[in-house]
Every structure is written in C-alpha cells, then in structure tokens.
C-alpha cells in the first residue's frame, strides 16, 4: 500500500526585488535531481486580489509596481510559495522537492536464488522511469534450512539493481539499503496465498516519483 506523505506549505524560496514599470517574467521548473516538471496548479497574485495567468511557455507580461505571489502546487511535490517585489527578474528556475512515496512489494521463491522471470520484474520496478528508490529495505522471510550465506548472489543482483536506479537520477542524498533475514512463517490467515515451501522477499522502500516534462 502507497502512503504518501503531505506537508501543508514548505515556503521553498523567498525573493525580494526592488521596483519596476513594466516587462515579462518567464519560469522554469526543475525538481531537486534537475528534472524539468509540469506543476498541477500555478496561482498568481498581487495584494489587491488581481490574478495573473502564464502562458504555455510559463510566462507572463506584467505592468505593475505591485508584489506579486506566486503558490504552486503538484500532486507529486511539495506545495511551493514564491514572493517576488519590482523589478522583477526575466528568467527564475524554481526547484520543488518531490514527496515521498512509502513502498512495499515482494517476491517468492524456492530457493535462494530468485527465479529469472521474478528478476525481470524486479527490474521492471526499478527502471520504469516512474520511481527513484532513495531507500530500500530487504526483508528475506522463511529462510528455513537455508544458511544466510547462500542468498549472497541474490542480495548482490538486488543491491546491483537499486544502484543503478539510485544513481541513474541525479541525487545529494546518500545510499540507504539493508537487509535482514526472518526465520517466521506467516499463516495463510496473515497473508493470503502465503506458501511455507517458499521464501520470500519482502521490499520496503521509499521513493520519489519523478514526472518530466
């Protein structure tokens, strides 16, 4: 199950210029790995209640001394609020910051070595372009006879994909990735269709969703 996690107004930047007459002011918008984004919702207003729209281009022409406020919002960032004062610039690039993603999937198999048909889709998950996985947690559960030593390749593949999907993004954030093993078999009453002749791999992962332009 996804949980997303809200912030009411995170005031990403505050800008204060002196006076102007006239002009046109063009934006740019990028999320915190350099991506180009398509905000859900830009608002622009002055402090007597005039609102302005952008153009296609993010753009608008201006005549005014007023301040001016800019609110953007974005099912995928973080609510951004902007406050510009004459003379206005004529380019500014705005950075919004991705919310997180809370996500769990799992995979199973019968031995430790997990099948090639259950790697592809594990590949899948992590290079649909959607996704980039800031931290990843391995749970291995139902391990049995096996020894902890035998799930040394398969945690390696697994370590090698999330790697390469963290750093396919442009990132200042560090790696996070663990792994812990479960010797406790769940009942088919916890987890529907759950085998105990399997082992399962259960991710708990966080990640951002990334959407260009």
């Not at 102007?20 to 859900?40: A, L």
């Not at 996704?131 to 945690?155: A, D, P, Q, R």
């Not at 697994?158 to 790696?175: A, E, T, V, W």
Request: glycine share 4%.
């Amino acid at each position: 199950m996804k949980r997303i996690i809200f912030i009411l107004l995170s005031i990403c930047c505050v800008a204060v210029y002196g006076q102007s007459e006239k002009g046109k002011i063009c934006f740019h918008f990028i999320d915190q790995y350099g991506n180009s984004v398509t905000p859900d919702k830009i608002e622009i207003f002055d402090n007597e209640g005039t609102t302005f729209r952008l153009s296609e281009d993010y753009c608008f022409d201006y005549c005014s001394q007023k301040a001016i406020d800019m609110v953007i919002r974005g099912n995928n960032y973080y609510e951004c609020k902007k406050i510009y004062r004459t003379p206005f610039p004529k380019t500014d690039t705005i950075v919004l910051s991705n919310m997180i993603t809370s996500m769990r999937f799992f995979f199973a198999s019968e031995t430790p070595v997990l099948p090639n048909d259950e790697i592809k889709k594990l590949q899948d998950n992590f290079f649909n372009d959607k996704y980039h996985f800031i931290s990843l947690y391995l749970v291995i559960n139902n391990i049995g006879k096996y020894k902890m030593s035998e799930f040394k390749n398969t945690i390696a593949q697994i370590y090698d994909l999330y790697l390469r999907n963290f750093f396919s993004k442009k990132s200042h954030l560090s790696i996070n990735f663990s792994v812990s093993f479960e010797e406790i078999n769940l009942s088919e009453e916890e987890w529907i269709g759950y085998s105990s002749e399997k082992i399962y791999y259960l991710f708990h992962g966080e990640a951002v969703k990334i959407t260009t332009k």
